[in-house]
């Protein structure tokens, strides 16, 4: 059961968007809509961003965006803004019965 | 506001049994169908799913790589769940999280740091 497959790094500027991928396989990203994202800044515990793909819990900014296409996830943060530079985690639900996490992406903003 | 709170042991030597414990606040563990969990992240490295238990404690599911050491309870009664992972190594060390698994991992625990060393 290998990790879904983040970038280790994204930049950008104030302002503008970036997107982050999460990249699985059929028998987890791919048959499954129990994709979640999550933001961790340093120091502190993961916060939930995004459920079944691209629901944003209630408070959260609608500048955080999620999709999905086969067997790849993504998150789409509009609007960069300084408060997001942290790092982001994908999750995803498997055939068998457990959860498996990315890597992981540090974003920063330049 | 739901909240979740590790606790246990932050030193644990090799070869020993780490234990923890998440006591669940806010809400009464039983007011729907979660999961309970547990996920680590040794320092500067990435988030590690370790495994989950029901209310009843009758449905666990628990990560492949560590299955062979991991065990898991839940006490509803005291709004408390349980990790125990048995054989511990240098590289169990890790902040070790409890969280809730609903739709996703919605509250989590402030996490714990765990270190494994004689």
């Known amino acids: 059961q290998s990790a879904l497959t983040q970038p280790a790094s994204v930049s950008g500027s104030p302002g503008q968007s970036i997107t982050i991928s999460c990249t699985g396989t059929?028998?987890?990203?791919?048959?499954?809509?129990?994709v979640s994202w999550y933001q961790q800044r340093p120091g502190k515990a993961p916060k939930l961003i995004i459920y079944?793909?691209?629901n944003r819990p209630s408070g959260v900014s609608d500048r955080f965006s999620g999709s999905k296409f086969g067997n790849t996830a993504s998150l789409t943060i509009s609007g960069l803004q300084t408060e997001d530079e942290a790092d982001y985690y994908c999750s995803s639900y498997t055939d068998i019965r457990t959860r498996l996490f990315g890597g992981g992406t540090k974003l920063t903003v330049l | 506001q739901v909240q979740l709170q590790e606790s246990g042991p932050g030193h644990v030597k090799p070869s020993q049994t780490l234990s923890l414990t998440c006591t669940v606040s806010g809400d009464s563990m039983t007011s729907d169908s979660y999961y309970w969990t547990w996920i680590r992240q040794p320092v500067g490295k990435g988030l590690e799913w370790i495994g989950r238990i029901d209310t009843s404690g009758g449905d666990t599911s628990y990560n492949p790589s560590l299955k062979s050491r991991v065990t898991m309870s839940v006490d509803p009664s005291k709004n408390q769940f349980s990790l125990n992972m048995n054989s511990v190594t240098a590289t169990d060390t890790a902040v070790y999280y409890c969280?809730?698994?609903?739709?996703?991992?919605?509250?989590w625990g402030q996490g714990t740091l765990v270190t494994v060393s004689s």
């Open positions: 079944e793909v691209s």
């Open positions: 059929s028998r987890d990203v791919g048959d499954y809509d129990y």
């Open positions: 969280a809730r698994d609903g739709r996703a991992f919605d509250y």
